[in-house]
C-alpha cells in the first residue's frame, strides 16, 4: 500500500475553512483556493493507497476540468477530463461523452474519479455508468466516487434543503426563501435524480469493483460512513475509494 506524504490540518483549522468557504466562496479568488483545498484533501484520501504522480487518470464529470488542471500541476499525471458539456473553456486534455458510453479502450487508467455527479446521471444509466468506470480502470487500479446521500440537506443543489418535497413545492420554497430562479418543471428538467449510499454499493458491488473505504470527505466523521440510515442523514458528501481486482 502506498502512503500520501499529504497531512490534513486538525479538524478545528478543517471545520474553520469550511465555514469560510461556506460564507465567501465567491468572494475574489477564494472559489480557486476551496477547489485546491478539497483537491489536497481528495490526495490524503486516495494517496494512501496509490500515488498519483505520473499517473493515468481519468475525471469523469469534471466540467471545464479545473480538477484536472491542478491534479496534472501537482503530481505530473496525465490527466483526462470527460464531460458531455465542459463549457466555452476547459482542460486542454478534455473528451466530450457520457459517463455510461466512455470512449476509451479497456484497461487504461490507473484511476476513474467520479465526483458529484451520480445525482446528475438518469437511474437506467447510473449502473452502466460505474460498469464503464470499471472496464476502462487497469486491473490493480482505483476508483473514486463521491456521492451527496439523497436524505442528507446539501443534496438538492439548488433545490435544497426542499428536494424531498415535490419539485414545485421545492421549488416556490427555494425561489421564496433564497431568491433564486429555478428554471424547469420537474427534478428531470433541473437534471437532479436521487442516489443513496445503498444504491452506490449495490451498483460498485455489480460492476464489478471492491469497496476498499469510505469517508466523510466534509464533516470528516468517517465512522458514520458504515451507519445504515444515519449516513444518509448526517453526511453531506460520502467517498468510496474502489479497487479493480
Known amino acids: ?33 476551496m477547489r485546491e483545498y478539497f483537491t489536497y484533501i481528495f490526495l490524503s484520501e486516495i494517496e494512501k493507497y496509490i500515488i498519483l504522480n505520473k499517473k493515468k487518470i481519468l475525471d469523469i464529470g469534471g466540467a471545464s476540468g479545473t480538477f484536472c488542471k491542478i491534479l496534472s500541476k501537482l503530481r505530473k499525471c496525465d490527466a483526462t477530463n470527460l464531460d458531455p458539456s465542459p463549457g466555452k473553456k476547459f482542460w486542454k486534455n478534455t473528451v466530450i ?12 487508467f490507473d484511476l476513474v474519479i467520479c465526483r458529484g455527479v451520480f445525482e446528475h446521471i438518469p437511474p437506467e444509466k447510473q449502473q452502466p455508468s460505474i460498469n464503464e468506470m470499471y472496464r476502462v480502470t487497469k486491473h490493480g487500479g482505483y476508483g473514486y466516487i463521491v456521492i451527496p446521500p439523497w436524505y442528507n440537506p446539501h443534496a438538492g443543489h439548488g433545490l435544497k434543503p426542499f428536494h424531498l418535497l415535490p419539485f414545485n413545492i421545492a421549488k416556490f420554497l427555494r425561489e421564496l426563501i433564497f431568491r433564486n430562479k429555478i428554471t424547469g418543471h420537474s427534478y428531470e428538467e433541473v437534471v437532479l435524480y436521487k442516489i443513496t449510499c445503498k444504491k452506490m454499493e449495490q451498483m460498485i458491488k455489480k460492476s464489478g469493483f471492491q469497496i476498499v473505504e469510505t469517508l466523510d470527505t466534509h464533516l470528516r466523521l468517517h465512522f458514520l460512513t458504515k451507519v445504515p440510515i444515519l449516513r444518509e442523514i448526517l453526511i453531506p458528501a460520502v467517498a468510496y475509494i474502489i479497487i479493480k481486482r
Open 97 to 108: 461523452a457520457f459517463a455510461d458510453k466512455i470512449p476509451f479502450s479497456k484497461n487504461v
Open 1 to 33: 500500500m502506498s502512503r500520501s506524504k499529504n497531512k490534513l490540518p486538525n479538524i478545528f483549522v478543517h471545520y474553520s475553512k469550511l465555514i469560510y468557504f461556506l460564507f465567501n466562496r465567491f468572494k475574489g479568488n477564494n472559489y480557486q483556493k
